[in-house]
């Protein structure tokens, strides 16, 4: 009876926690100031690793941070300044991580695998989620087109179960019906890229 009662209110106030959490990535994620401990809480629970050096730079001098990489912290007299460098690439990562599994979502609704949203390289995520960096109009552009591109292939030779070569002409253009459904995916995996 006891330990029912005592297991009953560990989960109460584990569903507390969580919900708190909740709220404060809600909080973050529209731009509001948070603490550092719900931050870094956060991160783990997303499973987004930060090293242990930032993590102590962000548990004692970060007083509130914000999804833009603005720091609060208070000075130590006769100390100088810490460097937030760390910290502020954090944030930017946690946020490339979250819209990047955004991302996947969408593009799984979009009958595009998770699998094949993994293999897009590193540096193609960081131009399609561009945070923190100022990327040319017409080099995003390129890229988003030329991921949407392979996406669409790639589900489409998975779909069919047929080699890319099989679905296109001797000139190298899909044959119908396959034009029509690339078309669509394509419209819809773009969608889903550039809609953050």
């Keep these: 009876m006891r330990e029912e009662k005592a297991r009953e209110e560990r989960i109460r106030r584990e569903k507390e926690h969580d919900e708190m959490l909740d709220e404060q990535k809600r909080r973050f994620l529209s731009g509001e100031k948070i603490q550092p401990e719900h931050f870094l809480e956060l991160a783990k629970r997303d499973g987004f690793e930060i090293h242990i050096r930032t993590k102590g730079t962000f548990a004692k001098s970060v007083r509130m941070l914000d999804r833009n990489g603005t720091i609060h912290y208070v000075k130590a007299k006769g100390q100088r300044k810490p460097d937030f460098t760390g910290c502020q690439n954090a944030i930017e990562s946690y946020l490339r991580l979250l819209l990047s599994e955004r991302i996947e979502q969408r593009l799984m609704e979009c009958g595009v695998s998770s699998d094949l949203w993994k293999q897009v390289s590193d540096s193609h995520?960081?131009?399609?989620?561009?945070?923190?960096?100022?990327?040319?109009?017409?080099?995003?552009?390129?890229?988003?087109?030329?991921?949407?591109?392979?996406?669409?292939?790639?589900?489409?030779?998975?779909?069919?179960?047929?080699?890319?070569?099989d679905m296109c002409n001797e000139n190298g253009e899909f044959v119908e019906p396959y034009q029509e459904?690339?078309?669509?995916?394509?419209?819809?995996?773009?969608?889903?890229l550039t809609d953050n």
């Design 181 to 192: 459904e690339f078309n669509s995916l394509y419209d819809r995996i773009e969608n889903a």
């Design 125 to 165: 995520k960081r131009i399609i989620i561009p945070i923190g960096l100022y990327i040319e109009p017409s080099e995003r552009s390129s890229i988003l087109n030329e991921v949407a591109c392979k996406l669409a292939d790639l589900t489409l030779v998975k779909k069919h179960g047929i080699p890319l070569e």
